[in-house]
Structure formats: structure tokens, C-alpha cells
């Protein structure tokens, strides 16, 4: 049997490497369009504050050490363009070079994961995500260029991860908030503690306000408010990567994420879909939700058994 995975980095890599524990004679082929495959995500912030140190640490494996342990084809700087589900094909692009090519699949496991949101703003392009090991690059390399201040835009898991990394680097950091509060999934009693800590540590909080613009050295809220700003990192959420699955008329939800059932089966019967880009019901209320962290695309991805004996 022959398997195509489309991402490799958390559910990916971990449906990859469990298939092949599952069936070691499969033959698995690996496109992911970026540098890396099987990187170290939530440790990026860490990375910019210099608590992890060493920029290899983000590494966990590369195509060659996944070659070797696991016999995996792992291709990067490969991206999937389109599936032919009737032929059960993909046509797939290097990105070096332009040139274009075809490989057939028996099963495709879709791990598009999700991209951050960048707001139609003035200035914008200005602005950095934090989403890949690339990315990190790029903020570290705009920190060594002197900055002093930063400002944070979002007060989710990454942006407070953010602002207490780059606040540990000694920049002047505000974090901004559309919301009442930070956190969002947290009781108002119970982050009435962490905007406690936040300010101990010199952070500051514009809360109830969203960002109007971006300046050459400074943001514009939308009450008017100048904040400077040398650094401007958007962490205001994702969205899941569903172009590749809405061209080929897979099942799209509610929520904007790839409809799977509770093996990860699309609509297509052939075709797998895991971690950031999937919408599943949520376990407490029974409506479409999207989940987009690691674990849960690691636990995903680890669902090869359903897949192995299809």
C-alpha cells in the first residue's frame, strides 16, 4: 500500500511514523512545502527569548534521519497543488525549481495544518507571525537590530508566550486585545491573575481595543492610541488550510475546517485529514470545533490503525 501525507510537521509526521510501525513494508511519501518537517512549534517562542538556546533543539528530525530510522520519503520544499480523487493521483510542485509532477496514492492523509490571520490593514506587511521555525528567524533577526519595543497583538496562548519571551529580552512590550480580557477560555476570576502578573512584569495591557494600523515604528489602535512598537507580532488567532480539500469537493463544516468522522476519514473514503485543518465534534458540547494545538494533531495523527487496515 502506498500513502501520500501532505505536512509534516505534528499530525503528519506522527500519522507517518505510526503507519509505518504499522505496516513496515508501506511505502510512505511525505510533501511538505516548507524547510522544515517534525519541528519543535511551541518552543518557538522560547527560542526568541534565548530559553531555548540552541536553534537545532527545534529540530527534532530532518528528511535524512526519518529516511534512515523510519524509511519515510519525506520530500521538502514540495508542495501538492491539487488530488484527482478519481485517479487517486496528486500533482505536486517543487518549490526551488517550478518543476511539476504526479504521484499516484492507495490512501492520502491531509495535514495541511492552519495559517495565522494577517488583518487587511494599513502597514501591515510591517507586521510578523510566529508560526514556523522561519518565522522565528525573521523576529530574531528584526530583535537584533536594535529593537526596544514591542507590541503584541492578541492575548492567546502564543501572544502571552510572546510578550513574556520578549519581555525576558528586555523589550517594552504591550499586548493588545480585542476582548475584555486575556486568555478568552478562562473564567474572568480566574485571569484576573494573570493580568495581575502580567503588569508585576511591566507588560502592558490595552484591553477592549483592536489594532488600526501599523507605523514604521509604531502601532495605531483603533480608539486612536500611538503605541511604538519596533516589533509588531500578530498572534490574533488561525485559520485552517482548506484550499487543497475544497478543490477537490471534500466536505467542508461549519467551522470552516475538513469534515472527518471519528477514524479522520473525510468524505472520501481514500482520503485522511488531521491536526489544525479538521473540524470534529467537541466533546463537551457536541458542536463543530476547531482545535488547533499540537497534541491533538499528534493524537490524531497516531489514529494510523483505522488507516493501516482500510
Same mark, same amino acid.
Given at each position: 500500500? /502506498?500513502?501520500?501525507?501532505?505536512?509534516?510537521? &505534528?499530525?503528519?509526521?506522527?500519522?507517518?511514523?505510526?503507519?509505518?510501525?504499522?505496516?513496515?513494508?508501506?511505502?510512505?511519501?511525505?510533501?511538505?512545502?516548507?524547510?522544515?518537517?517534525?519541528?519543535? *512549534?511551541?518552543?518557538? #517562542?522560547?527560542?526568541?527569548?534565548?530559553? +531555548?538556546?540552541?536553534?537545532?533543539?527545534?529540530?527534532?528530525?530532518?528528511?535524512?534521519?526519518?529516511?534512515?530510522?523510519?524509511?519515510?520519503?519525506?520530500?521538502?520544499?514540495?508542495? @501538492?497543488?491539487?488530488?484527482? =480523487?478519481?485517479?487517486?493521483?496528486?500533482?505536486? =510542485?517543487?518549490? $526551488?525549481?517550478?518543476?511539476?509532477? %504526479?504521484?499516484?496514492?492507495?490512501?492520502?492523509?491531509?495535514? #495541511?495544518?492552519?495559517?495565522?490571520?494577517? #488583518?487587511?490593514?494599513?502597514?501591515?506587511?510591517?507586521?510578523?507571525?510566529?508560526?514556523?521555525?522561519?518565522?522565528?528567524?525573521?523576529?530574531? &533577526?528584526?530583535?537584533?537590530?536594535?529593537?526596544?519595543?514591542?507590541?503584541?497583538?492578541?492575548?492567546?496562548?502564543?501572544?502571552?508566550?510572546?510578550?513574556? *519571551?520578549?519581555?525576558?529580552?528586555?523589550?517594552?512590550?504591550?499586548?493588545? %486585545?480585542?476582548?475584555?480580557?486575556?486568555?478568552?477560555?478562562?473564567?474572568?476570576?480566574?485571569? &484576573?491573575?494573570?493580568? &495581575? %502578573?502580567?503588569?508585576?512584569?511591566?507588560?502592558?495591557?490595552?484591553?477592549?481595543?483592536?489594532?488600526? /494600523?501599523?507605523?514604521? $515604528?509604531?502601532?495605531?489602535?483603533?480608539?486612536?492610541?500611538?503605541?511604538?512598537?519596533?516589533?509588531?507580532?500578530?498572534? +490574533?488567532?488561525?485559520?485552517?488550510?482548506?484550499?487543497?480539500? =475544497?478543490?477537490?469537493?471534500?466536505?467542508?463544516?461549519?467551522?470552516?475546517?475538513?469534515?472527518?468522522?471519528?477514524?479522520?476519514?473525510?468524505?472520501?473514503?481514500?482520503?485522511?485529514?488531521?491536526?489544525?485543518? @479538521?473540524? /470534529?465534534? $467537541?466533546?463537551?458540547?457536541?458542536?463543530?470545533?476547531?482545535?488547533?494545538?499540537? *497534541?491533538?494533531? *499528534?493524537?490524531?495523527?497516531?489514529?494510523?490503525?483505522?488507516?493501516?487496515?482500510?
Amino acid at each position: 500500500m /502506498k500513502t501520500i501525507i501532505v505536512g509534516g510537521v &505534528a499530525g503528519g509526521m506522527s500519522a507517518a511514523t505510526r503507519l509505518r510501525r504499522l505496516l513496515p513494508q508501506a511505502q510512505i511519501v511525505v510533501f511538505e512545502r516548507g524547510e522544515h518537517v517534525s519541528y519543535a *512549534n511551541c518552543g518557538l #517562542p522560547y527560542h526568541v527569548g534565548a530559553v +531555548i538556546e540552541q536553534r537545532d533543539a527545534l529540530l527534532l528530525q530532518t528528511p535524512a534521519s526519518l529516511r534512515a530510522r523510519f524509511d519515510l520519503d519525506v520530500r521538502v520544499h514540495t508542495e @501538492v497543488l491539487a488530488i484527482d =480523487r478519481d485517479r487517486r493521483r496528486v500533482r505536486v =510542485r517543487e518549490v $526551488d525549481t517550478g518543476a511539476e509532477y %504526479e504521484e499516484s496514492y492507495d490512501r492520502l492523509v491531509l495535514s #495541511p495544518g492552519a495559517a495565522p490571520v494577517v #488583518p487587511d490593514l494599513p502597514g501591515v506587511e510591517r507586521a510578523l507571525v510566529l508560526r514556523s521555525v522561519t518565522d522565528a528567524d525573521r523576529m530574531i &533577526a528584526e530583535l537584533g537590530e536594535g529593537a526596544r519595543t514591542a507590541v503584541v497583538v492578541g492575548g492567546g496562548f502564543i501572544g502571552l508566550e510572546a510578550a513574556e *519571551n520578549l519581555t525576558r529580552r528586555g523589550l517594552a512590550v504591550t499586548v493588545v %486585545e480585542l476582548g475584555s480580557q486575556v486568555l478568552a477560555p478562562l473564567d474572568a476570576e480566574m485571569v &484576573a491573575a494573570v493580568h &495581575a %502578573e502580567l503588569t508585576a512584569h511591566g507588560v502592558g495591557l490595552r484591553l477592549g481595543v483592536g489594532l488600526s /494600523k501599523v507605523l514604521p $515604528d509604531a502601532v495605531e489602535l483603533a480608539d486612536g492610541q500611538l503605541l511604538d512598537a519596533d516589533v509588531v507580532l500578530l498572534a +490574533i488567532g488561525v485559520r485552517p488550510e482548506t484550499g487543497l480539500a =475544497r478543490a477537490a469537493g471534500l466536505s467542508i463544516g461549519a467551522r470552516g475546517g475538513i469534515v472527518v468522522d471519528e477514524a479522520m476519514r473525510t468524505s472520501d473514503p481514500y482520503i485522511y485529514a488531521v491536526g489544525d485543518a @479538521v473540524e /470534529k465534534p $467537541d466533546a463537551v458540547g457536541g458542536g463543530p470545533a476547531l482545535i488547533p494545538l499540537a *497534541n491533538t494533531a *499528534n493524537r490524531q495523527g497516531r489514529l494510523g490503525r483505522v488507516l493501516s487496515i482500510s
